[in-house]
């Protein structure tokens, strides 16, 4: 769509739904003074179906989508829009009214990160949730961009746990800004400030900024404007990246703190030593007991490991333990469906959808599912929540092509 309201000229359009921003009978008169001919009921030859953002109908969905609107929209004559975009492009809304917001993995699917990052950032306090639903978090766009921002750190060899110290440390310097507002440049594991035309190391010491001496030098500068240390490459952490549970027993590990076995376990995590990051979340178990939250970390990266079935036996604990973990019921779901159980996935997705009816994944998830067993008009009722949910998620296009293909 454009931002030209002749999108809408001598344009048939219907409203699928209830709507979220204005009565369905404004709504129309809406449409008509932008050119279109809003029309009472789904019929033939429809140009736009608006999905509202409110709540679906009530009708079957073979009134909903007719053989034609899904040839309509398989030919590309017939397009579905979320409300909240069509009043966007109109100007009849202002943006904040109709904030999308993201669940971790599809905050994940939009950096290309694997979604655990996602969550250990948010855990450290290096992201903010805008809102928490049955443990989900859900963060606005802000926070993607301050995680991608993150994972271009990451990649360039700082570690997560040095980035929390770090900014922490910068704390005078750097109070209540977002993260993409941060000019820091990566240093083997440590992070340097650019403040006030200087380059700053946690502690406040000035180091060379390399990039402005080759701009002095280019204008004939012979002095630096102020004293320099060098830049250093030993970030002081040495290479202790966390030790495995064998060589920790001379250190009497039943002497350390949950926190202090945890961060050893996501350490190792960090470091890509996926087995005896796995060890350590065990000892946790095994010396503190069984909580929902481990066992579904343990799950995760028993997950990333490759051993599917160990990681569904740990989600089928964290559910058993805290029912309404509705990303634990999620994530069982993906690794069921996974392993070819497919009717059991649908029901671990539709338990999720009980306790939480606005889950964009688990619509995304069950309506594949439910294409896999041929049922495609239960699976077309998710994937038109799931674009309801969330119409910018990385996923909503395969969403309309597979409603294109009912």
């Known amino acids: 769509m454009t931002d030209d309201s002749s999108i809408l000229k001598n344009k048939r359009v219907v409203f699928v739904g209830k709507l979220g921003a204005f009565p369905r ?44 609107i899904r040839k309509g929209m398989r030919e590309g004559r017939t397009t579905l829009v979320h409300e909240h975009e069509l009043w966007q492009q109109l100007g009849v809304v202002d943006e904040s009214s109709s904030m999308q917001l993201y669940t971790p993995a599809m905050m994940a699917g939009l950096i290309k990160t694997p979604v655990r990052n996602i969550r250990r950032w948010l855990r450290m306090g290096l992201l903010a949730s805008k809102k928490v639903a049955h443990r989900l978090p859900y963060f606005d766009f802000e926070q993607v961009q301050n995680a991608r921002q993150l994972l271009g750190w990451i990649s360039r060899g700082a570690l997560p746990t040095e980035i929390k110290r770090q900014l922490t440390e910068f704390a005078p310097w ?69 030790i495995s549970v064998a060589d920790a ?12 076995l945890l961060h050893m376990a996501e350490e190792l995590e960090d470091a890509g030593r996926f087995e005896q990051s796995i060890e350590w979340y065990r000892v946790i178990l095994a010396k503190y007991g069984m909580t929902a939250e481990i066992c579904f970390q343990l799950a995760e990266l028993l997950y990333r ?14 559910v058993e333990l805290d029912e309404d973990f509705i990303e634990a019921r999620a994530n069982l779901g993906c690794v069921l469906a996974e392993t070819g159980q497919t009717e059991l996935a649908i029901a671990a997705f539709q338990g999720a959808l009980v306790r939480d009816d606005r889950y964009p994944d688990v619509h995304y998830h069950l309506a594949k599912c439910l294409d896999e067993l041929g049922d495609g008009e239960q699976a077309a009722r998710h994937w038109i929540r799931f674009l309801q949910l969330s119409p910018q998620s990385p996923w909503a296009e395969e969403a309309l092509d597979r409603l294109g293909r009912v």
């Not at 820091?184 to 594991?189: A, F, I, M, N, S």
């Not at 650019?194 to 280019?218: I, K, P, T, V, Y």
């Open 25 to 68: 009978k404004e709504a129309m008169q809406l449409i008509r003074e932008h050119g279109g001919n809003p029309l009472e009921r789904v019929a033939d030859d429809i140009d736009l179906v608006i999905i509202g953002a409110d709540e679906l109908p009530a009708e079957d969905l073979s009134d909903l989508l007719s053989d034609s």
């Open 174 to 242: 750097v109070a209540n800004r977002s993260l993409m507002e941060l000019d820091l440049v990566v240093d083997g594991r440590r992070l340097l400030l650019r403040h006030g035309g200087q380059l700053l190391s946690a502690n406040g010491q000035l180091h060379l900024d390399f990039d402005r001496e080759e701009e002095w030098e280019s204008q004939g500068t012979s002095t630096l404007p102020f004293q320099t240390t060098g830049i250093s490459h030993d970030s002081g952490l040495g290479d202790s990246l966390g």
């Open 249 to 260: 027993n001379s250190n009497d590990v039943q002497n350390w703190t949950r926190d202090e």
């Open 305 to 318: 490991s490759g051993d599917n079935s160990a990681a569904r036996e740990r989600y089928y604990n964290a």
